[in-house]
């Protein structure tokens, strides 16, 4: 099945900018969607089809796609931003259509 | 708002059964699918399966096809989850989440979901 690799972790000062990246076989091929994870919460969209924000979300939050990979980028970081990231597309041919990336801790330090 | 409630954490032994619940509210439930995704502890997400409410058509992992059976009421908007015989090795948390499908497909909202625990 389709296979998501993101770096395990990021550190970035308050005020500073954060990027997460997603990799995958011609992935900007493919829609990606962003959830962010804070510990002992569910998942929440924060990005889908690779940029749009679901209304709630900081325009801080925003999305690539292309190539080899997808970037969640995230401005002006805050100590809420803490948390993890995860990665996901739809392998409409697929007998595993959802997959998930890996998972990237975000410290803000 | 719409919403999806998950029934309460359980603590299990090995070679119980179990049904988790998750109850959707606020909007048409027979409209958007259903997936169960697991959250081993310390670890990241996997899909499990989906169904569709209005007709309960289902779609399973190869990871877990066999060993979990999803299924859902719509007529009082839930969906379920469950184990017919438990291992340790089930021990995690499980969220549902409601599809989203245009061009693509993704998951909003998800549930605060239930935390199984299987020891003996």
């Known amino acids: 099945s389709y296979v998501l690799t993101q770096p395990p972790s990021v550190s970035v000062a308050p005020g500073q900018t954060a990027r997460i990246t997603c990799g995958g076989n011609n992935i900007g091929s493919k829609s990606v969607h962003w959830y962010q994870q804070k510990p002992g919460q569910a998942p929440v969209l924060v990005v889908y089809d690779d940029s749009d924000r679901p209304s709630g979300i900081p325009e801080r939050f925003s999305g690539s796609n292309s190539g080899n990979t997808a970037t969640l980028t995230i401005s002006r970081v805050e100590a809420g931003d803490e948390a993890d990231y995860y990665c996901q597309v739809w392998d409409s041919s697929s007998d595993h259509p959802y997959v998930f990336g890996t998972g990237t801790k975000v410290t803000v330090l | 708002e719409v919403q999806l409630v998950q029934s309460g954490a359980e603590v299990k032994k090995p070679g119980e059964s179990l049904r988790i619940s998750c109850k959707g509210s606020?909007?048409?439930?027979?409209?958007?699918?259903i997936s169960w995704v697991r959250q081993m502890p310390g670890k990241g997400l996997e899909w499990m399966g989906r169904i569709d409410p209005s007709d309960s058509y289902t779609n399973y992992s190869p990871s877990f096809q066999g060993h979990v059976t999803i299924s859902a009421d719509k007529s009082i908007s839930t969906a379920y989850l469950q184990w017919s015989s438990l291992k340790a090795s089930d021990t995690a948390m499980y969220y549902c989440a409601r599809h989203v499908t245009l061009v693509s497909d993704w998951f909003d909202p998800w549930g605060q979901g239930t935390l199984v625990t299987v020891s003996s």
């Open positions: 606020g909007y048409s439930f027979t409209s958007y699918w």
